[in-house]
């Protein structure tokens, strides 16, 4: 990968030796998903997929969140244009597609899509600062990236439905206890510890991680496809009111600042 395409306002691409890492750069947006950065980390996660040289990735957000999901104010101006760009160019989904190990190094907010994106992560770990909170409900639209399928998995169908029901925040440690992330470990050592494991996995011979990471998918993929057909088909059938999607984005974040400030 030329110089030039592993650095992009939105989205950094670096690689320390077969890692490569990936790291969404709007931190005054909180790494919402524009519709920018939707389309390079879809494309890049493609070529990382195509690169010999690449055996594992690292997903990780430019502090102080890791992603912040759909970018609702982008949305509201977009109208239905907005959504129909996951559709062509699906980067939440395509996590959970890259044939690589993909390791989540969630370093602050994971919210509504940010959390489907951790979610397609093989596994997470956390700094102490890390949140996460399925606001989709809350801001009027619904998940689509797998979370009714993925989420319940990670952490039980009844804390999978408290969260999306009621848009709660769980920290970085509650995380750790319902087995959403692997572990938690201290801030300034979270991508450190990242790569640390993607090397790790990295180690193993391709050919034979790539058959074990199939494995794993055709495992789950009896309740993901299922999933993620019924969230597309729900998707299409309930839209959005786009008209109060500025409003309700400002309540949420507000509310979500303040428990923050907790």
């Known amino acids: ?123 997470l770990v956390a700094s102490e600062r890390a949140v996460f909170a399925d606001t989709h409900a809350r801001v009027g639209i619904l998940p689509g990236g797998g979370l009714t399928a993925r989420l319940p998995l990670l952490v039980g169908p009844g804390r999978a439905r408290r969260m999306s029901m009621t848009g709660e925040l769980v920290d970085a440690q509650l995380a750790e206890h319902i087995g959403l992330v692997t572990e938690v470990v201290p801030h300034q050592r979270l991508r450190e510890h990242a790569v640390a494991l993607a090397a790790a996995a990295a180690e193993i011979p391709q050919r034979t991680v790539l058959v074990l990471k199939r494995l794993y998918e055709e495992g789950a993929s009896t309740v993901v496809a299922p999933a993620l057909a019924a969230e597309k088909a729900a998707g299409r059938a309930h839209r959005p009111d786009f008209e109060s999607l500025e409003q309700r984005r400002v309540t949420v974040l507000a509310r979500n600042r303040a428990r923050l400030s907790r």
């Open 1 to 123: 990968m030329s110089d030039d395409h592993r650095r992009n306002d939105v989205l950094l691409v670096e690689d320390e030796g077969p890692v490569r890492v990936l790291t969404l750069n709007r931190p005054g947006a909180r790494n919402a998903l524009s519709g920018e950065l939707v389309s390079m980390l879809y494309k890049t996660l493609l070529a990382a997929d195509a690169d010999d040289s690449v055996q594992a990735l690292v997903l990780t957000g430019a502090d102080p969140a890791f992603c912040a999901g759909v970018d609702l104010k982008e949305a509201a101006a977009q109208g239905a244009a907005y959504f129909a760009r996951f559709e062509q160019e699906d980067c939440v989904h395509q996590v959970a597609l890259t044939r690589k190990p993909v390791i989540g190094a969630v370093n602050g907010a994971a919210f509504t899509g940010g959390l489907e994106l951790a979610l397609g992560c093989d596994f």
